[in-house]
């Protein structure tokens, strides 16, 4: 495999267990047994087999495909006249459906749903945590940046007051004015 193809496939395998978990952290364990891997790209994967790429990939794929009970399948996006692979990821489906604990409750997707919302929620507020973080650090970092951003913050406050105060002085003046015209 050339190296650019390395480095994709190893992206895609990172992202492929980032993925797996986000569905083991909303669904849970009956989430995971309940799952099957899709491999695209078979193409990338030249003459070894899809066992040999994902020992190479390493045990954190490895993990990933053990717990979904070793069911992957593998599609050749550049063979799309090949119907067999389509035919035999729907036949896979069927026997991983039939072999599943019974169907998707409403309870279950309740469940999930709240833990959704319990992922989003976190990610929001460790998102604002990193954000607040990284701007203490860049203030941190340089010394009197804080005063400095404090005595702008309040010049830009007298500036207002006094964009306000002449506000008001040429509404006096204009009421003045008028007043000189109706005498």
Known sequence: MTDTRTALWKSLVKQDCKDLDEVQE????????????????????????????IEEAGEELQQRVEKCGNRYHVLNNKNRSDHTQ???????????????????????????????????????????IDRVGNEKSKLLERPGELELQLELRREREKSRVL???????????????????RV
């Open 26 to 53: 909303l669904f849970g364990e009956r989430g995971v047994r309940n799952t099957m891997i899709l491999f695209t790209f078979r193409d990338y994967l030249e003459d070894k087999t899809i066992e040999q790429h």
């Open 86 to 128: 389509v035919t035999q990821l729907l036949d896979k489906l069927d026997n991983m459906v039939k072999g599943s604990e019974g169907f998707y409750t409403m309870e279950m997707y309740s469940e999930a749903e709240e833990r959704a919302r319990e992922v989003m929620i976190r990610k929001k507020r460790d998102e604002q």
């Open 163 to 181: 964009e306000r105060e002449l506000k008001k002085e040429k509404e006096k003046r204009r009421e003045l004015e008028e007043e000189l015209r």
